[in-house]
T-cell receptor, first 109, second 116 residues
Framework: RKEVEQDPGPFNVPEGATVAFNCTYS??????FFWYRQDCRKEPKLLMS???SGNEDGRFTAQLNRASQYISLLIRDSKLSDSATYLC??????????FGQGTILTVHP | DADVTQTPRNRITKTGKRIMLECSQT?????MYWYRQDPGLGLRLIYY???????NKGEISDGYSVSRQAQAKFSLSLESAIPNQTALYFC???????????????FGPGTRLTVL
């Protein structure tokens, strides 16, 4: 079993749609959580950190459920520019990160 | 100028050749990492270094070695390249947890390596 698992998709949605990605992690010692975005043939970049209380950044909302070891990302009002691969990440207290395999999102007109 | 740079950006080599991939950073971070990315497998950690005198194996270190020449430089070597080492390689850096940017990792642009 992979330490961080995501539905690889692909998700194909129209502009304006709401889309949700889910992720589970198996290492109960994980302390920090993130969503990274990776455009085709580019490096991953941090989209947002994920906090226990849930957090929002514009159209993006991230949630963490420690009891279920589950992380989610909600994107509202999807834009064409949201098309990318979204990587779920869990980190230990000493800074080592484990990446999921990524979920591919395509937003079409 | 990019904060994390990698050279070369693309490399094609033959089985059995020795290859070195280089990474430099201007972020002043102590921690540096090497990952490889394969389709459907995501990013997998090869080696990481928390300071100049610290080197640790990651998930898939076999067939690779690293050198931390300075705080700003971390090199990855393939002593005898084989075709299944064909992949996209990323270097990353981070600050120490609890300081500044914490656990966020900043990635270089990647090196696309093909082993024939």
């Amino acid at each position: 079993r992979k330490e961080v698992e995501q539905d690889p998709g692909p998700f194909n949605v129209p502009e304006g749609a709401t889309v949700a990605f889910n992720c589970t992690y198996s290492n109960s010692a994980s302390q920090s959580f993130f969503w990274y975005r990776q455009d085709c043939r580019k490096e991953p970049k941090l989209l947002m950190s994920v906090y226990s209380s849930g957090n929002e950044d514009g159209r993006f909302t991230a949630q963490l459920n420690r009891a279920s070891q589950y992380i989610s990302l909600l994107i509202r009002d999807s834009k064409l520019s949201d098309s990318a691969t979204y990587l779920c990440v869990a980190g230990t207290s000493y800074g080592k990160l484990t990446f999921g395999q990524g979920t591919i999102l395509t937003v079409h007109p | 100028d990019a904060d994390v740079t990698q050279t070369p950006r693309n490399r094609i080599t033959k089985t059995g050749k020795r290859i070195m991939l280089e990474c430099s950073q201007t972020k002043g971070h102590d921690r540096m990492y090497w990952y490889r990315q394969d389709p459907g497998l995501g990013l997998r950690l090869i080696y990481y270094s928390f300071d100049v005198k610290d080197i640790n194996k990651g998930e898939i270190s076999d067939g690779y070695s690293v050198s931390r020449q300075a705080q700003a430089k971390f090199s990855l070597s393939l002593e005898s390249a084989i075709p299944n080492q064909t992949a996209l390689y990323f270097c990353a850096t981070s600050d120490s947890p609890g300081t500044g940017e914490g656990n966020e990792q900043f990635f270089g642009p990647g090196t696309r390596l093909t082993v024939l």
